[in-house]
């Protein structure tokens, strides 16, 4: 033991900045490296879920009364008329349907890599940053992305088997807004959308004052359908946050006060405002996701994207 | 009674006391307030401090909260850098006093009662003091402009004539014997003031009704207000002057001089006033070619930091290897990095083009190729990273001088300098590919690599706080000592230890 501290003290000793720096430069490579091994685990982008039946039915839908409430942070008086909203997101299952069906009748076609189908297109103010988009066909889903929840065999749309009554994700705004229109119905504008959400008071969650982890799926929220440690957070089924437990996770009952389920959290959704500032191309989104933490699901809290963008946090609900 | 009245005096009469104290909040607030986001808040410790501290979180008031932190925190890097400069560079007694006096009033009533408000119920008091607090700071600001004045005949520099290296002559100066350095000086905080007030106006604008927002969730909206446009440029340029007065000062503390020198100080004058002209234009009719205001001025800015790395390291590498007739590579490189805190505050000047200056350079190009066609959310990620990343740069150079100031020798000498790099640089080197990694994965893949890129930030920034907290320690310690290094801090001043 004496020579062994003997030896590192004459090293000590000895040591120049060079060797300083080489010890340090190793540490941070060893980390780097480890980090960078870590990094690179492959991800199973469809892995076995629980499936739940919430109770909630996504067909229904719910009343709205005509009147003013409180829009956005700082609590601006608006108005809107009556109208009603989707209980809860589409669904994987219900959009699936609509392709099959709005394929068959030529709504959609296939165009390369996407579902695609027509959109009238946006007034063009030429400003900075503006996007062009002119009468044509734009792409709804893509139909081989792997993280997708439906399939494609290239006549036939199906659900991939446990997402069922999971939210429709990797839609479009275009995919969104072609699904409303089909059945007649539109995509909620963001005063509508805002105020089914928050009711009559300025409450920033569609529950009340507060957010814990069983009140909604946001990011870490540790819910049965979230691994951190390889494919992260997933979608939970709609209605999940419901008062019910599931395998033991308890989950609070989250309903906004007009009683819609999963207005904060779980998937981001487009509303339909088109424009709502000269120039502004992107579409909004509203209520946070899975994805992002829990500030992002407070009600006013706005995200947005360009109408052709789609992503795997991503879903809508219909107004009429 | 003497033992407390010597120790304040230290602490709150002395630069590098100053320095400590400011140093010491910062680590404080950014300890304590750092638990609330990041992975503490996922694992439960936010919920934890909350309760604890009997913090009242209004879910509305996410965006003001930050803002007086944001605030807090800077204002504290203010009165850091300010101190340097009152300490590095002659001025007139009562000058440095009164700026003194102001600035740390200033800042701490900013910090306790800007933060007390924002994070304890609404104490309108607290509030009232939180505003005197940044008003004192600005005076403290109008005031160190006056006292770095160039034009005073008291602090021309000499003709050049008779004088060897090192003398006065080898600064830059004009015909006249106007020290261009101390210009320089002056410049960055006279726009700094200037620039403060772009803050200031709107702040009291939205503040009177608490309609506050985050630059970063308007900035795709076509249309903003004149008040929305002035407080982007503010928070744009206050960093950014902040970032130049830290290359000067790092710049005076080497010693900077020679042709370089010459080149670097107009250059530096120059690309701040131009890059002033351009973020003070995004409220004018200018806004559409402010942008480019900007670039124009940024470059001469950067170049001036350039060729003061250049000079650093010749000179680094001319001293380390004097005693050799002719330098092998290898030998000229550990001349170079023998010293950590002298080479690192440059080399943080360089990494930072990686982080911030590479990064804001590729998303104006491509902004609207690649970046708007992403969501908003995805944006804001990497404006958010692209500047914290800066600030925490700044945060390393500060602690890199601070190292030298308190006279770390030898082994601790090279660990902590190198930690500090090591550590920031993998930090920062992670935030950087985490605001990017949409470029090379996408959402639903991305969670390993997230995963990873966290272990890098948390463990990186983590381990130099906890450096920090150490050094902290070891000062509180030494305040207790009867002759402690403080005794000896307390006698020198910063002007006295520039490189010769």
Redesign the interface.
């Known amino acids: 033991m004496k020579r062994i501290i003997s030896v590192l003290s004459l090293r000590?000793k000895r040591s120049?900045?060079?060797s300083?720096?080489k010890t340090?430069?190793l540490?941070?490579l060893i980390?780097?490296v480890t980090?960078?091994l870590?990094?690179?685990?492959p991800?199973d982008?469809n892995p076995p879920v629980p499936v739940y039946d919430t109770g909630v039915d996504p067909n229904a839908w719910v009343q709205i009364p005509a009147g003013e409430f409180y829009f956005g942070?700082?609590?601006e008086i608006e108005t809107t008329d009556a109208y009603e909203i989707m209980v809860t997101d589409v669904t994987v299952a219900q959009y699936v349907d609509f392709l099959n069906a709005a394929l068959a009748d030529g709504t959609v076609k296939i165009s390369g890599e996407y579902a695609v189908g027509f959109y009238p297109g946006d007034p063009f103010h030429g400003?900075?940053?503006?996007?062009r988009i002119d009468p044509g066909d734009y792409p709804f889903v893509p139909l081989n992305d792997?993280?997708s929840r439906f399939t494609f065999d290239g006549q036939h749309f199906a659900v991939r088997p446990g997402w069922e009554n999971h939210p429709m994700t990797n839609v479009s705004w275009f995919g969104a807004w072609a699904y409303c229109g089909y059945y007649g119905w539109r995509l909620p504008t963001e005063l509508e959308w805002e105020k089914a959400a928050r009711g009559k008071d300025?409450r920033?969650?569609p529950w009340g004052?507060e957010i814990t982890r069983q009140h909604a799926n946001f990011?870490?929220s540790r819910d049965p359908f979230e691994d951190?440690?390889?494919?992260?957070s997933l979608t939970t089924p709609v209605g999940f946050y419901n008062g019910k437990s599931y395998d033991g996770f308890q989950t609070v009952n989250a309903a906004s006060p007009y009683g819609l389920y999963d207005m904060a959290g779980n998937v981001?959704q487009w509303v339909g405002d088109v424009q709502p500032?000269?120039?502004?191309s992107?579409r909004l989104?509203h209520g946070g996701s899975r994805?992002?933490?829990d500030?992002?699901l407070?009600i006013w809290v706005?995200?947005?994207?360009?109408p052709m963008?789609y992503?795997?946090?991503?879903g809508f609900r219909c107004g009429r | 009674m003497q033992f407390l009245k010597s120790r304040f005096n230290y602490l709150f009469t002395t630069t590098k006391g100053l320095i400590l104290v400011a140093i010491a909040m910062i680590a404080l607030e950014t300890a304590i307030w750092g638990m609330l986001s990041g992975p503490m808040a996922e694992m439960g410790v936010r919920e934890i401090v909350i309760k604890a501290l009997g913090m009242k979180i209004v879910q509305a008031e996410r965006e003001g909260r930050i803002i007086i932190l944001y605030h807090s925190i800077a204002m504290a890097v203010v009165a850091i850098e300010t101190y340097m400069i009152t300490g590095l560079l002659t001025m007139r007694e009562f000058y440095k006093k009164a700026v003194r006096v102001l600035i740390t009033v200033g800042y701490l009533m900013a910090m306790i009662f800007g933060m007390g408000f924002a994070y304890f119920g609404h104490n309108w008091a607290f509030h009232g003091l939180y505003i005197t607090g940044l008003a004192l700071i600005f005076f403290a600001g109008v005031l160190l402009t006056i006292a770095l004045n160039p034009w005073d005949p008291a602090y021309r520099l000499p003709s050049p004539a008779g004088r060897g290296a090192g003398g006065e002559g080898d600064y830059a100066r004009t015909q006249s014997g106007i020290d261009l350095e101390r210009a320089a000086f002056f410049t960055t905080a006279l726009t700094t003031v200037i620039s403060a007030i772009f803050g200031a106006v709107p702040g009291s604008y939205f503040g009177n009704g608490f309609e506050v927002f985050l630059a970063e969730n308007i900035i795709r909206l076509p249309e903003k207000t004149t008040m929305e446009y002035s407080v982007i440029g503010h928070l744009h340029i206050m960093l950014a002057l902040i970032a130049i007065m830290i290359t000067l000062i790092i710049g005076r503390w080497l010693n900077f001089r020679g042709l370089l020198h010459k080149i670097a100080m107009p250059l530096m004058i120059l690309g701040c006033i131009v890059l002033n002209l351009g973020v003070w234009g995004v409220v004018t009719p200018l806004e559409p070619v402010a942008h480019m205001i900007i670039y124009v001025g940024a470059t001469p800015s950067m170049l001036a930091a350039l060729l003061l790395l250049i000079w650093s390291w010749s000179t680094l590498i001319k001293e380390g290897t004097a005693h050799l007739a002719r330098p092998t590579f290898l030998q000229k490189l550990g001349a170079l990095l023998r010293d950590p805190l002298k080479f690192g505050p440059t080399w943080q000047m360089l990494f930072m083009n990686f982080t911030t200056s590479g990064v804001g350079i590729f998303m104006a190009i491509k902004l609207d190729d690649i970046f708007r066609l992403w969501p908003a959310r995805e944006e804001r990620i990497e404006l958010t990273g692209h500047w914290h990343a800066l600030s925490a740069i700044i945060a390393t150079i500060i602690l890199m001088y601070y190292g030298d100031m308190i006279g770390l020798k030898g082994k601790i000498r090279q660990v902590y300098g190198w930690a500090i790099i090591f550590l920031s640089d993998i930090a920062l080197g992670a935030v950087t590919v985490f605001e990017m990694k949409r470029l090379f994965i996408s959402e639903a893949e991305q969670q390993p690599l997230v995963n990873g890129l966290m272990y890098a930030i948390d463990s990186g920034l983590g381990m130099l706080l906890l450096l920090l907290a150490i050094v902290m320690v070891w000062r509180l310690i030494d305040l207790f000592k009867p002759k402690g290094r403080w005794t000896e801090e307390a006698t020198h001043e910063l002007a006295e230890e520039v490189a010769k």
Do not use: I
């Open positions: 000590a120049n900045p060079l300083h720096l340090s430069f540490a941070a980390l780097l980090t960078l870590a990094s690179c685990a991800v982008l942070q700082h609590n400003k900075k940053h503006e996007l792997p993280a300025t920033p969650f004052e990011y870490a951190m440690s390889s494919y992260g981001w500032q000269e120039g502004f992107d989104m994805n992002t933490y500030m992002d407070r706005r995200n947005s994207a360009p963008y992503g795997p946090a991503v």
